[in-house]
């Protein structure tokens, strides 16, 4: 009994993580990716525009969906 409900623990806690790495990547528009995580948005414009001449100007600064105060930056392909 003891090992049945420690799998159907892990195989939910697994379920769980797969879904919220997949809800993570569908944020942003079509034709981005995900660089990196910042905290607030100001040091993510920061990092956007330390990387310019890298990957562009076309970028995205969002609010991640599961961290407070937690900025994702996504840039264009």
């Known amino acids: 009994m003891r090992k ?3 799998v159907f623990a892990a195989t939910a806690a697994t ?3 797969l879904t919220l790495g997949t809800a993570s990547t569908a ?3 079509p034709g981005f990716w995900q660089h990196s995580h910042h905290v607030g948005q100001a040091a993510c414009t920061a990092k956007a525009a330390e990387l310019r001449p890298l990957y562009g100007a ?3 600064c ?3 969906p599961f961290w407070p ?3 994702e930056l996504w840039f264009r392909y």
Do not use: F, M, R, W
């Open 15 to 17: 379920a769980a993580a």
């Open 27 to 29: 944020t942003a528009a």
């Open 69 to 71: 105060d937690v900025y």
């Open 4 to 6: 049945s409900l420690a």
């Open 58 to 60: 076309l970028h995205l």
């Open 62 to 64: 969002k609010p991640s």
